[in-house]
């Protein structure tokens, strides 16, 4: 079997850029599967309040939701296609996105959110995504800024929703 070589023509800011990428992506999976990993405590209560709007299984529901509309237009873009990111106040988007997965169960929303999870893991690498957007209006991100903001976004909910669970074990 040949070693491949390292090829000294490559900029090294391209390969630290893929390294870069290899570690927030590595961020956000490992953030993806620890909430999963909350949601699936036995005796969690799901209908604990997690802030004034939410309560655990509303939150889960919102994690979900931006992250599908990541991975979406993650695809979209990979396709050459226009990217469809939400429209909207962030609080329009935040309670739109909690009001359509409402009704699915938590097993759903895990199962939607570890999908999600293996687009963005199939796209993240793709050189010609170059900006993707978060929200209009709003702000747009090069790849490694959004992988980085999703995963900060992703762990503060976790210990968000980690913090009310053992309040209200005490």
Same mark, same amino acid.
């Given at each position: 079997?040949?070693?491949?070589?390292?090829?000294?023509?490559?900029?090294?800011?391209?390969?630290?850029?893929?390294? /870069?990428?290899?570690?927030?992506?590595?961020?956000?999976?490992?953030?993806? /599967?620890?909430?999963?990993?909350?949601?699936?405590?036995? @005796?969690?209560?799901?209908?604990?309040?997690?802030?004034?709007?939410?309560?655990?299984?509303?939150?889960?529901?919102?994690?979900?939701?931006?992250? /599908?509309?990541?991975?979406?237009?993650?695809?979209? #873009?990979?396709?050459?296609?226009?990217?469809?990111?939400?429209?909207?106040? *962030?609080?329009?988007?935040?309670?739109? @996105?909690?009001?359509? #997965?409402?009704?699915?169960?938590?097993?759903?929303?895990?199962?939607?959110?570890?999908?999600?999870?293996? *687009?963005?893991?199939?796209?993240?690498?793709?050189?010609?995504?170059?900006?993707?957007?978060?929200?209009?209006? @709003?702000?747009?991100?090069?790849?490694?800024?959004? *992988?980085?903001?999703?995963?900060?976004?992703?762990? @503060?909910?976790?210990?968000?929703?980690?913090?009310?669970?053992?309040?209200?074990?005490?």
């Amino acid at each position: 079997m040949k070693q491949k070589s390292f090829d000294t023509r490559n900029a090294p800011s391209e390969c630290e850029s893929d390294l /870069e990428i290899r570690f927030a992506l590595h961020n956000v999976r490992c953030a993806v /599967e620890d909430i999963i990993h909350l949601f699936r405590i036995p @005796g969690l209560d799901l209908s604990l309040a997690v802030n004034h709007r939410w309560d655990m299984k509303d939150m889960l529901a919102h994690l979900v939701a931006w992250h /599908e509309s990541f991975a979406k237009n993650l695809v979209l #873009l990979a396709n050459m296609e226009p990217p469809d990111p939400p429209r909207g106040s *962030l609080r329009d988007v935040n309670r739109e @996105g909690v009001l359509r #997965l409402r009704d699915q169960s938590p097993d759903q929303l895990i199962r939607r959110f570890r999908k999600a999870q293996k *687009l963005v893991e199939m796209h993240a690498f793709d050189k010609h995504i170059s900006i993707i957007p978060y929200r209009k209006p @709003g702000t747009s991100y090069t790849r490694l800024q959004h *992988l980085d903001v999703v995963a900060h976004h992703i762990r @503060g909910h976790f210990w968000e929703i980690l913090s009310k669970s053992l309040d209200n074990t005490r």
